[in-house]
C-alpha cells in the first residue's frame, strides 16, 4: 500500500523500490492523495502546474501497476476530491457539474487515456482496478480497512488512526475488521489499540 504521492512531488524513486521489493504481492492500494489537484487548491499557489499533468502521471502509475499485479484498489483523497469541491465551492449542482466529471480517479480507474490538452487518446480496459465511487475515501480489502480522511488528529501519534479504528467499530462492527492503514497525515505509526493492528502510512512525496 502506497499513499500520498501527491503527483507531481512524488518520490519516483522510492515509489520504485516500494513495488520492486513487493513484486510478489497480489494486491496494490493506492490510499488517497495521488493527485496533489495544486491548481484547484484554496491556499496560495507559487506556480501553475497543469491538472492534465498530474492526472497523466497517475494514470501511468496505475496503467504500470495494473500491468504486474493482479489486482490495484484506488481510494479517494482529500487532494483527489480538489476538484470537485472547488466547483462546489462556485455553487455548482451535481447537475451542472457531472458533465465535467471532476472525479478524475473515476477517470483513471475507467481507463481514459488522456494527451496533454486533456482530450481522450484512449480508453484502456482497467479491469482489475477497483474504485468504488460511494463512499470513496475508503475501502475494505480482506479485514484490513484502508481509508483516506479530510481531516486529522493532532497530539500523539496514532491520533488519527485510533480515532478511525473508533468510527469503523461503530459503523462497520468490530468483527468485520482487523486492522486500519490511514494515509493523509504523513506521519508514520504502527500500534495494537483495541485489540486491531493500526498503522499511518507515511506519505511517498517531498515535503
Not at 145 to 169: E, M, Q, W
Not at 194 to 201: F, G, R, S, Y
Request: with cysteine; net charge neutral; glycine share 8%.
Amino acid at each position: 500500500t502506497l499513499s500520498d504521492i501527491h503527483f507531481p512531488f512524488a518520490l519516483y524513486d522510492e515509489l520504485d523500490k516500494a513495488l520492486t521489493l513487493h513484486a510478489d504481492a497480489d494486491v496494490v492500494v493506492l490510499n488517497g492523495d495521488i493527485l496533489d489537484g495544486y491548481i484547484f487548491s484554496t491556499y496560495g499557489t507559487a506556480r501553475r502546474i497543469a491538472a492534465v499533468k498530474e492526472y497523466m502521471a497517475a494514470f501511468e502509475l496505475v496503467q504500470r501497476i495494473s500491468e504486474n499485479f493482479p489486482q490495484v484498489v484506488l481510494v479517494s483523497g482529500n487532494h483527489d476530491r480538489r476538484p470537485a469541491k472547488a466547483l462546489a465551492k462556485r455553487e455548482f449542482q451535481k447537475e451542472a457539474t457531472q458533465i465535467l466529471r471532476p472525479d478524475l480517479l473515476a477517470r483513471i480507474a475507467n481507463g481514459e487515456l488522456l494527451d496533454k490538452n486533456g482530450e481522450l487518446i484512449e480508453k484502456l480496459s482497467f479491469d482489475n482496478v477497483i474504485y468504488q465511487k460511494y463512499d470513496s475515501w475508503y475501502v475494505r480489502v480482506g479485514k484490513t480497512i484502508f481509508c483516506h480522511p479530510d481531516a486529522y488528529s493532532g497530539g500523539s501519534p496514532g491520533a488519527t488512526v485510533i480515532r478511525l479504528c473508533k468510527y469503523f467499530n461503530d459503523r462497520l462492527g468490530g468483527e468485520n475488521f482487523d486492522s486500519v492503514v490511514v494515509g493523509h497525515t504523513h506521519r508514520i505509526y504502527k500500534g495494537v489499540v483495541m485489540n486491531k493492528l493500526l498503522i499511518e502510512q507515511g506519505a511517498m512525496c517531498s515535503r
